[in-house]
Nanobody
């Protein structure tokens, strides 16, 4: 079992930046691909970004491409989501997810492990 804990959310003005962190613990983190998803009020959970085990492969939703950057520090068993040029439509609860398959995927059902989420609110 892998436990994931997100942090770094908060309130920011449009155009600002935030960096989310996801700390993993429990069984080995080795070989796990990681993803970030988000869910806005009244909407379905949607994919934001994903990264392979060694960080050589990444994927982004079109809505965040060029503004968000996913990265990881395997020694620290932590994954990050740097969010720049934030927009009000980025307001959501952001979730970290993990899969042992080392598969960079946009499909939420491919990730068996999830964090509890961190709230990001972008004011206009």
């Amino acid at each position: 079992q892998v436990q994931l804990v997100e942090s770094g959310g908060g309130l920011v003005q449009a155009g600002g930046s935030l960096r989310l962190s996801c700390a993993a613990s429990g069984r080995t983190f080795s070989g796990y691909a990681m993803g970030w998803f988000r869910q806005a009020p009244g909407k379905e959970r949607e994919f934001a970004a994903a990264i392979s085990w060694r960080g050589r492969s990444t994927a982004y939703a079109d809505s965040v491409k060029g503004r968000f950057t996913i990265s990881r520090d395997n020694a620290a068993t932590t994954v990050y989501l740097q969010m720049n040029s934030l927009k009000p439509e980025d307001t959501a609860v952001y979730y970290c997810a993990a899969t042992s398959r080392n598969l960079v995927t946009r499909q939420a059902q491919e990730y068996p492990y999830w964090g509890q989420g961190t709230q990001v609110t972008v004011s206009s």
